[in-house]
């Protein structure tokens, strides 16, 4: 199994095994902070803090690896603080693998306030409205100093993953900004500074670009690959258009990164599809508005049937909210808009979807991936209801 | 020392250590969820949680009874509420003693919206704006479904404790308010339910009207007193007033709880004149305002000096604040509103506060109370700066 091990100053990637009826594999990443089992998720810390959670927190919910967004942290504190402050591992309290994003995804979704062209990009502050100019060197120039493991390549992230235009535009940057990317990430002092560059692949829904967009990535021999464009309120089949149209032209050995998904079906469907890494908001921020996803399914907890009832949040649950609180005292909580609330159901998402993952990874090591989407997914579909 | 001591049904308390230049004194507290070493600071969780505290945390930051509020509880989620989902000690997920308060403080400050008279108060409720009529009887019954260790008796609290005419008619109040409170009590089964009544000693700066409410108080032969009608807004020297005009007439073997306060210095001026017991919101609002307290003075983390400061918010401090966030990070965290700055140092405050307490016992055990007064407050006067 040679071709399934990748090994480069500090990191690693090692297939151990793999499904025999989908792309499915399970896998080690090494990174210079430790090593991560995937499929993995990642719980997204936007400003250097996963909301809510302390990081020891972090790590008995499940987490392995967490991610950061360069846009929201050059903003502030700045990339020069936080290395001042002992770089991003300092900050974050965090001794784990982390991973920056590039600031790509944030220029599409702050869309009404960025202008790209094809040296960078210039997008408004949301913290003082002032005009903040991102370029590939620059992105490259802030990751080094927050300190990473892993580094994201500066990517143009199209609106409209349908737009055939626009996509191809938006695959042109892509490209030549990722030679940009790579460039300076070698004049850095390449992975040997203890920090990796991912290349990010577009294309949207076209099959043609994506392959391309994947083709002209691997000429760069990078440490990992992110398929990226996806997320941006498409259809499903949109996106498992583009795993499906760029997964095969990845190299097997390389781990492979869907940016900013997802949810529960999600992760099957990606994951049979070849797919090892995730990131999202998703359980923080359905935590914050009060849902919580549990084996029964999901459960607005805000619901008044909730009042009176004694029971655990989710019975198979060993998480604290689940050991030490009712459904009951959790819909106090949150109609009350105590922290605790938040904070525990946080505790939860983030338990679930790592539990999820975890299960998911023994089921390719025995090799019963699909029977395992079924038991988990068929409650997925449904929301609890008080009875 | 046969006087020291008083055990009645689940409900002890015994002095073990007496100061040779005041009436300090350390002892300790048993209630049927476990012993409170004394004098000690009672964390304050109005609705059923101490705000973005985890329980586990809270022990660790070294609360060993925590305070839960009549008035709030009542509104929502509702006593019968809380009975249904297992009493209160499930519902915080504190298996240590609590102290509920009746709402009488709850009624001065919301005074613009309560009416007083002989028989109770109408106030209006601050979740809905409806009509609340709270009666001794009421909050007994309340505070018995509740299920805490210790219940407090129905108080009238007036709004200035200089204006004779007013504080004498609260007392009166206060005094017959407190015989149908502990009626009630006896009612519901005495202190052989596990629940103890503590009286309050209104009063105002007036040493006769304390003194006089004082020994009302003492004719029901309760578990503890409480002096209250502090706390609210007074000048310094009347709060220490009110303590002198009533410790002296409390009995020695029971606790003595000043209601609502305070502030390091507060704490050494009550153990002082023989206060056991406090509680206080300034930790905790303190904490979400971004405000710390520690050994070299007190600290706004919102400052933008500490910007760069990679140092711990408190060297002497071992909460998870210090041990792994910098003043950097923790002024980042504020600065960006994130919740994880006001977890952070609301653990590092309450740390603070129960550590101190600690360390007055110490000392009274060692008979250095004063010597560690000098250490403790000459800091605590100013505030720390950036340099």
Redesign the interface.
């Known amino acids: 199994m040679h071709e399934l091990r990748f090994q480069r100053a500090g990191f690693g990637f090692a297939v151990e095994a793999r499904s025999s009826t989908c792309a499915a594999r399970s896998a080690t990443l090494d990174t210079p902070h430790g090593k991560v089992a995937t499929p993995a998720f990642m719980p997204v810390g936007t400003?250097?803090?996963v909301?809510?959670?302390?990081?020891?927190?972090l790590r008995e919910a499940g987490a392995t690896i967490v991610l950061a967004n360069t846009y929201h942290l050059h903003l502030?504190?700045g990339e020069d603080?936080i290395a001042?402050?002992?770089g991003l591992h300092?900050?974050m309290?965090w001794d784990g693998p982390i991973l920056t994003d590039s600031g790509g995804y944030q220029v599409f979704s702050l869309g009404h306030i960025a202008e790209v062209d094809d040296a960078g990009v210039d997008v408004r502050s949301v913290v003082d409205g002032s005009l903040v100019r991102l370029t590939p060197e620059g992105v490259i120039d802030i990751q080094r100093k927050l300190g990473a493991d892993i580094a994201m390549a500066f990517d143009h992230c199209p609106a409209d993953p349908t737009d055939r235009a626009g996509v191809a535009r938006a695959c042109q940057r892509t490209q030549s900004w990722l030679a940009t990317c790579v460039e300076r990430h070698r004049e850095h002092g390449g992975e040997e500074t203890g920090q990796a560059l991912f290349g990010i692949v577009q294309g949207g829904v076209f099959a043609d670009l994506r392959r391309a967009s994947a083709e002209s990535a691997l000429a760069h021999d990078l440490a990992g690959y992110a398929i990226g464009g996806v997320s941006v309120g498409e259809e499903r089949a949109h996106m498992i258009a583009a795993i499906d149209a760029a997964v095969p032209h990845l190299p097997i050995d390389r781990p492979r990164y869907l940016m900013g998904v997802g949810l529960p079906q999600d992760f099957f469907d990606a994951v049979e599809r070849g797919i090892d890494l995730f990131d999202c908001v998703t359980p923080t921020r359905h935590a914050r508005n009060h849902n919580a996803f549990t084996s029964q399914g999901r459960v607005n907890l805000r619901n008044t049937g909730w009042?009176?009832d004694?029971r655990p949040l989710d019975p198979e649950c060993t998480c604290?909210a689940c050991r030490?609180?009712?459904r009951?005292?959790l819909?106090?909580?949150c109609?009350?808009d105590?922290?605790?609330g938040?904070?525990?159901l946080t505790l939860h998402n983030l338990r679930f979807f790592h539990g999820l993952l975890a299960r998911m990874r023994r089921a390719i090591e025995e090799d019963r991936l699909a029977a395992l989407r079924n038991d988990v997914l068929a409650p997925m579909t449904r929301k609890l209801r008080p009875e």
């Open positions: 400003k250097g803090t909301k809510g959670v302390l990081p020891r927190d502030r504190p603080t001042e402050l002992g300092r900050v309290a009042r009176h004694a604290i030490e609180f009712s009951g005292t819909r106090h909580l109609t009350s105590e922290m605790l938040a904070m525990l």
